[in-house]
């Protein structure tokens, strides 16, 4: 009986052999070291491979740190002390190829938590039942810094670096002493309070 030949039909799909991931960028990024936590350290990209990517960090270099998709960011606050650390990171494609990147992050040293001395009002008060603006001094304000009286946040404007101004501040019908303070969402830093007079 004479032997048949076979034939074998063979598809190559998706266009080609996947050549890997080239390129993990950025290389370097920067954060201050004090505020809230899950701050945005760097948003993560890769070049080449087949995505999607999953990220991972196989050495932080000590800093309070981990992925929420590809976006690194902090998981305590501080995230750190002041200084050049150098991360690793690393890019796992979909075909599970990987591929390793030193991220160099600078953090920085938190600027100094803002005093305040004095209100534009001076001797820090008002008279009941008055909508004012009213303007706070003291040292290393800087802009965002937002007034708390008692328990309610007001916007503030940044006037420069020894004040801001509250807008519409209302004193209400009952004479008493409120404490104002400014917080900087930024870092979280918190001024010392203020006593504030309402006659």
């Not at 002041?82 to 160099?104: E, Y």
């Not at 670096?161 to 019908?173: D, K, L």
Request: no cysteine; aromatic share 4%; hydrophobic share 40%.
């Amino acid at each position: 009986m004479p032997h048949r030949s076979q034939r074998h039909k063979f598809e190559i799909q998706g266009g080609g052999v996947s050549l890997g991931i080239t390129a993990i960028n950025p290389t370097s990024a920067s954060i201050v070291a004090a505020g809230a936590v899950g701050r945005a350290i760097a948003t993560m990209s890769a070049t080449g491979g087949t995505p999607p990517y999953t990220w991972s960090l196989t050495n932080a270099a000590g800093l309070a740190m981990a992925f929420s998709g590809n976006v690194l960011q902090t998981t305590a606050d501080p995230v750190g002390t002041a200084g050049t650390k150098t991360a690793t990171v690393m890019a796992t494609d979909s075909l599970g190829q990987t591929r390793s990147q030193t991220l160099n992050v600078v953090v920085t040293a938190s600027p100094p938590a803002p005093t305040i001395t004095i209100t534009s009002l001076s001797p820090n008060t008002a008279v009941r039942n008055t909508s004012l603006t009213v303007g706070i001094l003291g040292s290393n304000l800087q802009p965002g810094d937002i007034a708390v009286w008692d328990t309610g946040s007001v916007a503030t404007n940044y006037i420069w670096s020894g004040q801001v101004t509250t807008e519409t501040v209302a004193t209400g019908p009952t004479a008493k002493t409120v404490q104002v303070h400014l917080l900087r969402p930024s870092t979280n830093a918190v001024s010392n309070n203020l006593p504030f007079t309402v006659t």
